[in-house]
């Protein structure tokens, strides 16, 4: 299994969070991620929302959402420098909220920095006080997603791009710099089945969130023609403690791929920063799972 990691401290949900994140910054994440790149995970992750009311209730989170999220172009363009190989994951960005240019310009520009290690985890966004005090549409905020990924699509690796679509449309620009891969990975979040038609149609893969592995399964089986090298980035439920029971989660992460989840955002049991890091450790030793191989530039 590839695991990547649900970046402690850049948020705080109620009931997951961590007593230490409360206080910890950016050298405690610093110091996590340098971690996670030696031992060769292969992503880290970081959530956006920009201005969040307090108590929006969530349907996987009994608790209801919190509202503390870094910002994710700050935070990644901070982790990318300080590390080499791993993966540096939006989980989600919300598509209302930008035009896809922006997105185009901003992410592409932190490809290129990092050397083409950006994956662009996208969603629809179900905040609709953020969304009116941000300005954006709420009630067609569907289509208009689906149009932006098209956009996306069109524009993130090239300096003139071109798309024509019903919300968007640009021709005769310049967007320099652009990404340097040649594709670079949308990955869609949500964990419903409009959701997972969205990815399967129009990006190259769904973070479901943390769904169990009978659901995954069931869902995954209404599209058995997914797109060559589809990914399936869905959390395991709970967090795990593989220096209290690496059994259990070799268990847990064996069941999840034979479910169709093809990675793992590591979330685990802990009560300190060394114990968070211990943790890593522990279960970068599992034989179960799967180093990242540095790639060759």
Known sequence: MRLGLSTPVVIKVPGHTAAW?????????TRVAELADRLGFHFLTCSEHIAMPPGIPSPQLPQGRGTRYWDPLATLSWLAARTDNIRLLTNVLVLGYHHPLAIAKRYGTLDRMSGGRVRLGLGVGTAEEEFRTLGAEFEDRGARADDAIR?????????DPEYHGEF??????????????????????????????RAVT???????????????RTMLASYPDRPAGF???SGAGGAMDPLKSPGRVADTLGALAQAGVTMVPFRPVNRSLEHYCEQLEAVAALDIFEPLVPASR
């Open 151 to 159: 956009a996306l699509r069109a524009a993130l690796s090239r300096t």
């Open 168 to 197: 968007y449309d640009f021709a005769g620009l310049v967007v320099d710099p652009c990404a340097v891969q040649r594709r670079v990975p949308l990955w869609v979040g949500g964990h419903s089945e409009r959701a997972l038609r």
């Open 202 to 216: 129009l990006a190259d893969g769904w973070i479901p969130g943390a769904p169990n592995a009978d659901t995954v």
């Open 21 to 29: 994140e409360d206080t910890a910054g950016i050298a405690e994440i």
């Open 231 to 233: 990914e399936v980035v």
